[in-house]
T-cell receptor
């Protein structure tokens, strides 16, 4: 039972480079989301999606793009990485109908931007 | 706007002592409140939700709408309770933004 799978687990980028963090879930969850975790700031919502083809912004969306072409996948794109995007990124998913509120998290992806 | 505040970054108590992790929220609608926990080298996971009114691993949390609080309590701390705890809020019965607080690291001393 894979649950929520994130890749890569670790990545080092140079300022200005682009990359995509992958997230896949095999639980047929409609709701998927991306968070970043920073010391002293907790988890902050970047983007979320309530179903294929539907995405919306969270608390800190600037510098990130998402798309949801399938129920299973929700990639997070950094178009031009900045040092301020150094963080640990978590993907999480949940049932939307009925809504339970229980998020299932991936293991996290640690990103360093030099 | 939704906001979750956890005023303590670190809480250190002795084994067997009572524990209370504070959580306050601001939300204009009808909220659902949750506590999530992240043990060392494990994934973040749901501990309990206010709507279930349940006790998990000896922890309970009561939603106080008058004080807009959802504090997490346990009468007797155990060493295995050491972890990072996050309070979270979402809109009632609707898949929407789930907002987290900044977290409290609980350390249980032997």
């Amino acid at each position: 039972n894979a649950g929520v799978t994130q890749t890569p687990k670790f990545q080092v980028l140079k300022t200005g480079q682009s990359m995509t963090l992958q997230c896949a879930q095999d639980m047929n969850h409609e709701y998927m989301s991306w968070y970043r975790q920073d010391p002293g700031m907790g988890l902050r919502l970047i983007h979320y999606s309530v179903g294929a083809g539907i995405t919306d912004q969270g608390e800190v969306p600037n510098g990130y793009n998402v798309s949801r072409s399938t129920t299973e996948d929700f990639p997070l794109r950094l178009l031009s990485a900045a040092p301020s995007q150094t963080s640990v990124y978590f993907c999480a998913s949940s049932y939307a109908r009925p809504y339970t509120g229980e998020l299932f998290f991936g293991e996290g992806s640690r990103l360093t931007v030099l | 706007a939704q906001r979750v505040t956890q005023p303590e970054k670190l809480l250190s108590v002795f084994k067997g002592a009572p524990v209370e992790l504070k959580c306050n929220y601001s939300y204009s609608g009808s909220p659902e409140l949750f506590w999530y926990v992240q043990y060392s080298r494990q994934r973040l996971q749901l501990l309990l939700r206010h709507i279930s009114r349940e006790s998990i691993k000896g922890f309970t949390a009561d939603l106080n709408k008058g004080e807009t609080s959802f504090h997490l309590k346990k009468p007797f701390a155990q060493e295995e309770d050491s972890a990072m705890y996050y309070c979270a809020l979402s809109q009632h019965s609707s898949a929407s933004k789930i907002i987290f607080g900044s977290g409290t690291r609980l350390s249980i001393r032997p």
